[in-house]
């Protein structure tokens, strides 16, 4: 047995840093190590004060440690920590409520789970159980929807996937991009042509039928991607003449994030599932699907998980979406959006690194880009922004990982204040000019 002898507390988390498995020793040297949250701020184990501009993996969409959830909580813990799933709890079934209740027209059916990839997972194992003889299911190119086995699949390739025997396979199919339409085709002539690929891909490219599409609103890890209205649309269409089921994956996206509860409101789609996870939870791990009133619900045995209905994160769940609804937190991300998109504008004019700006709502992005004429990605500078603004106390988000990402994220959560959105701006606005100035 490995008894360690007395040493100080740097030391003990020196050996722990270098002990985790998730990440190289460089990497680690690099991450903070928090102790502290309340709303948009974060503190690190030195005390330093910084604004989370990641709303920590987009999760806390009401603030971080909102009294309101920890108080849930708490209260859940001193009655039941655990239920398993084939019992219920008061929680559990009024957050089932609400949700459907708040949910897109038609959808009045939820299952819980843990994380979002286990939301998809449950999505996709209940678009099998409705097509019965479907195979096949088709993902975007870029496309990103987690990391267990099978929604890393399910994604953008992972570079060196060493774990290609055990996955199921994927069909993926190509989508617009407004900043990068095919050559020779505008954003609108692009979105069309991908809807007729689409088309041959479900008629040609695969052997058999398929049972679904999934694919998000605004494509997130994939580059913050967002697609014309013809081509929700026309998503849509497809799906009904060929009898496929629409998945749509509002992990990122849902709660508020994009201006309106659910994307799919936003942009006026209508999904037979949609799957949410992340911003519901409060900070608690918390995701799960929301379903069409007409598909058959699972058999015994489908789709259960020992602590899939963990009483003490239903319980936080459901105060944090009181939370958003009472405090209006779509329209105040709306607000914020309009805010950070009309100074990202501005400085595009004087940065020549910003290649682009995205909204809507607080899903605010920047791509950068080493040549606004060839949309060359700066890869080497965006990881520079996320490093100097740690310098200037502000956490900015990256997209991909591995430094494979250009694009830099400002989406705190959605109840941040305007003089807290205005000073991560005006940091962004200073490190941009000091990686274009070439200053160390």
């Known amino acids: ?25 460089q990497v680690s040297d690099e991450m903070l190590t928090l102790v502290q949250a309340r709303g948009s701020l974060v503190w690190d184990v030195n005390g330093r004060e910084y604004l989370d501009c990641t709303a920590q993996a987009w999760s806390n969409n009401l603030g971080a440690n909102d009294p309101r959830v920890v108080e849930a909580a708490v209260e859940q813990l001193r009655r039941i920590t655990h239920a398993r799933p084939t019992f219920h709890t008061p929680a559990l079934l009024e957050l089932a409520d609400l949700l459907v209740g708040i949910a897109p027209d038609g959808l009045e059916q939820v299952g819980f789970t843990l994380h979002g990839s286990m939301a998809v997972e449950m999505a996709l194992k209940l678009a099998l159980r409705n097509r019965p003889g479907a195979q096949h299911v088709l993902t975007l190119q870029d496309g990103y929807h987690g990391r267990s086995l099978s929604t890393m699949a399910a994604s953008w390739p992972h570079p060196d996937n060493v774990f290609g ?42 052997d058999g039928k398929v049972a679904a599409l999934i694919y998000e609103p605004i494509q997130g890890n994939g580059g913050h991607i967002e697609f014309p209205a013809l081509w929700h649309a026309g998503l849509r269409r497809i799906c009904d003449e060929e009898g496929i089921l629409l998945i ?22 209508q999904p037979d599932i949609l799957v949410f996870g992340k911003g519901v ?14 598909l058959q619900r699972f058999e015994p045995g489908d789709d259960q998980l020992t602590f899939g209905q963990f009483p003490v994160a239903i319980a936080a769940g459901l105060a944090t979406v009181r939370a958003i609804i009472e405090d209006r937190l779509p329209e105040r991300a ?87 959105l205005s000073r991560a701006l005006d940091v962004l606005d200073t490190v941009l000019t000091e990686i274009e100035n070439g200053r160390d």
């Open 334 to 420: 709306t607000e914020h959006g309009a805010y950070a998109t009309e100074r990202l504008l501005e400085m595009q004019q004087r940065h020549p690194l910003i290649g682009n700006v995205r909204c809507p709502g607080l899903m605010v992005s920047i791509e950068l880009v080493t040549d606004r004429a060839t949309k060359e990605p700066a890869t080497k500078e965006a990881h520079q922004v996320y490093l100097r603004g740690l310098d200037h106390g502000v956490i900015f988000g990256e997209s991909r990982y591995a430094g494979l990402g250009n694009l830099i994220k400002i989406k705190p959560p959605l109840d941040v204040t305007h003089e807290q």
């Open 165 to 206: 025997p055990l996955q199921p396979r994927f069909t993926r199919a190509p989508h617009p991009d407004t900043y990068r339409p095919r050559p020779g085709l505008d954003p609108e002539q692009d979105a069309e042509l991908c809807l007729r690929l689409l088309r041959d891909t479900i008629r040609k490219g695969v």
């Open 281 to 294: 939870g409060g900070g608690f791990p918390l995701a799960g699907i929301l379903a069409h009133h007409d």
């Open 1 to 25: 047995m490995d008894v360690r002898a007395a040493s100080s507390p740097d030391e003990t988390l020196a050996r722990g840093r270098r002990a985790l498995l998730h990440q190289s020793p």
């Open 248 to 269: 749509l994956d509002e992990v990122q996206t849902g709660l508020g994030r994009t201006g309106s509860m659910w994307a799919a409101q936003h942009y006026g789609i």
